[in-house]
């Protein structure tokens, strides 16, 4: 099996529509979005390696990525170099043809074993025979239910449904009841025949998660654990890798447990290739206990991208991957301009510190320049602290309103006030 931290050379396609396509979602209106992800995969890699895009990638984004010391990898729109083994982010029908297209050669896991086992009914099945996932929560076959009078005074909750990502497919319902947005989309629900998840809100205070590459037979490698940063919709907005594994040291024997028994769940499914997993920590009381395995993603992650970018830069250094919706911040139009906003911040690879801008500044779009829907920033220093001073700064220098409490405080565990980022 190949994966993303192979010797030898591959190619990669980053589908990150992947989830919306096993629901069979319509996501026609974020073809633009998801054009532009698949650069993503473009600075992370080894210059070796091929990386398959559905937009064409600015020659000024490649030029400053080398300057910074981080040699991209090499960029393929159509075909690619014959006998090279290719890598989807997620495997689905759309993927395989993508790659087959361009001449690499696949071996992925049937595709019916992807879908069952990214479905939320095989987590949580899974969950509850191993007393693993979130407490209280079970399937609803009839998610009308939810909208019932006895069931709405139950207070706040989550649904999820079978197939989901960034938030989209999860409801969450305050203690004021159902939007009528939501309403609808319940009836939608319904009416498609699907089932829920349903969760109680637990008082969540940081959010783990791990990846680590699956073998046929069942053999987990790659294994990290690391934070990150989840909005309150459940939209990923970044990972945190620390520089050492004292964070998880509390939570060891518990994470380690879970990789074991999705490990040997998914193997024995049939399934193969990079996984992540989800977790979090919550206040029951004055305790804070740890929700292992509450989402298995048998798919790359974020958490890849953090992994493989920080043995590329500095692995004995902290690093934040953080997404910034172009909603929230502006960007110049020219790396003079983004080398002037950054300042100190700019990327010094003597020292590796500094703020690496990992998208283009600006893409094509309808016949016109724009600037991506999100950027994707990495940040590294020397130790957690420097790294904290690195992040305020950039925040401050991009304009970004939002509250600023970090990710990789002690999260609570010391008894201290929450700390959750709010994205």
């Not at 990972?239 to 040291?249: A, M, P, R, V, Y």
């Not at 509390?250 to 490990?263: H, I, K, T, Y």
């Not at 220093?381 to 304009?399: C, D």
Request: proline share 5%.
């Amino acid at each position: 099996m190949k994966n993303i931290f192979s010797e030898k050379a591959n190619m990669f396609y980053l589908n990150s529509g992947f989830d919306l396509e096993l629901s069979k979602t319509n996501s026609h209106h974020l073809h633009g979005v998801i054009s532009q992800m698949t650069h993503w995969f473009i600075p992370v890699l080894e210059p070796r390696d091929h990386v398959l895009v559905d937009l064409p990638v600015p020659e000024e984004f490649l030029c400053y990525l080398r300057k910074t010391g981080l040699e991209p990898a090499q960029v393929t729109e159509q075909n690619g170099p014959s006998g090279i083994s290719g890598q989807a982010w997620g495997w689905t029908e759309s993927s395989v043809k993508r790659l087959a297209g361009a001449g690499a050669e696949l071996i992925y896991p049937p595709l019916q074993v992807v879908k069952n086992v990214n479905s939320r009914a095989f987590c949580f099945k899974l969950g509850r025979e191993h007393d693993l996932g979130t407490p209280g929560a079970y399937l609803e076959l009839d998610p009308s239910k939810v909208l019932e009078d006895g069931f709405c005074s139950a207070g706040p909750m989550v649904l999820k449904t079978m197939h989901s990502n960034a938030g989209r497919g999860m409801l969450v319902r305050r203690a004021d009841g159902w939007s009528s947005r939501q309403i609808a989309n319940i009836k939608k629900i319904h009416d498609s025949g699907q089932i829920l998840v349903v969760e109680p809100w637990l008082s969540r205070i940081g959010d783990i998660s791990t990846r680590f590459d699956l073998s046929a037979d069942g053999k987990a490698s790659n294994i990290c654990h690391y934070w990150s940063l989840i909005g309150p919709d459940g939209h990923c907005a970044g990972d945190f890798l620390c520089s050492g594994t004292e964070d998880f040291e509390r939570w060891g024997e518990s994470l380690d447990r879970a990789v074991d028994v999705a490990s040997r769940a998914l193997a024995a499914s049939g399934y193969f290739g990079p996984v992540g997993l989800d977790h979090f920590l919550y206040r029951h009381g004055r305790e804070v206990k740890l929700a292992a395995m509450v989402d298995i993603n048998a798919r790359h992650t974020l958490g890849t991208l953090a992994v493989a970018l920080r043995k590329k830069l500095n692995e004995h250094r902290p690093l934040l991957l953080r997404l910034i919706s172009k909603k929230k911040h502006r960007l110049p139009a020219d790396y003079d301009g983004l080398r002037q906003l950054l300042g100190d911040l700019w990327w010094n690879r003597k020292n590796s510190s500094g703020v690496i801008l990992l998208t283009a500044l600006r893409v094509q779009s309808g016949g016109s320049l724009v600037q991506p829907a999100r950027s994707l920033f990495c940040l590294q220093a020397q130790s957690r602290e420097s790294l904290k001073e690195v992040y305020m700064q950039l925040l401050e220098r991009l304009g970004h309103k939002l509250d600023r409490r970090l990710p990789f405080e002690p999260m609570g565990i010391d008894g201290s006030p929450q700390n959750t980022i709010v994205i």
